[in-house]
């Protein structure tokens, strides 16, 4: 059982930055593929970054390339830097973990943390 915890959420300005964290508990970390994903009310929960095991292989939605940095420690913490943030980026924000493979849906993660508020305004 693998579980989860976000932080680091919280409210900014449009162009601000905020860096997400997500504390795993599991000692085989290093064993799982990571994800993060947002959603908004009404929307369905969508992709936002993946990483690989050993830290290579990230991938990125096309709406946050070159403003968003996914990266994992040997601490079981996964991490998100959120720089240059537009209002689009508002949601809640998941970490998502993967036994077999890297993904860059939501379905096949097996387990999810309960996610963090990001809230930007204008």
């Known amino acids: 059982q693998v579980q989860l915890v976000e932080s680091g959420g919280g409210l900014v300005q449009a162009g601000g930055s905020l860096r997400l964290s997500c504390a795993a508990s599991v000692r085989t970390f290093n064993n799982y593929y990571m994800g993060w994903f947002r959603q908004t009310p009404g929307k369905e929960r969508e992709f936002v970054a993946t990483i690989a095991r050993t830290g290579g292989g990230i991938f990125y939605a096309d709406s946050v390339k070159g403003r968003f940095t996914i990266s994992r420690d040997n601490a079981r913490t996964l991490y998100l830097q959120m720089n240059n943030l537009k209002p689009e980026d508002t949601g809640v924000y998941y970490c998502?973990?993967?036994?077999?493979?890297?993904?860059?849906?939501?379905?096949?993660?097996?387990?999810w943390g309960q996610g963090t508020q990001v809230t930007v305004s204008s």
């Open positions: 998502a973990a993967s036994g077999d493979y890297q993904r860059t849906t939501r379905f096949g993660y097996e387990y």
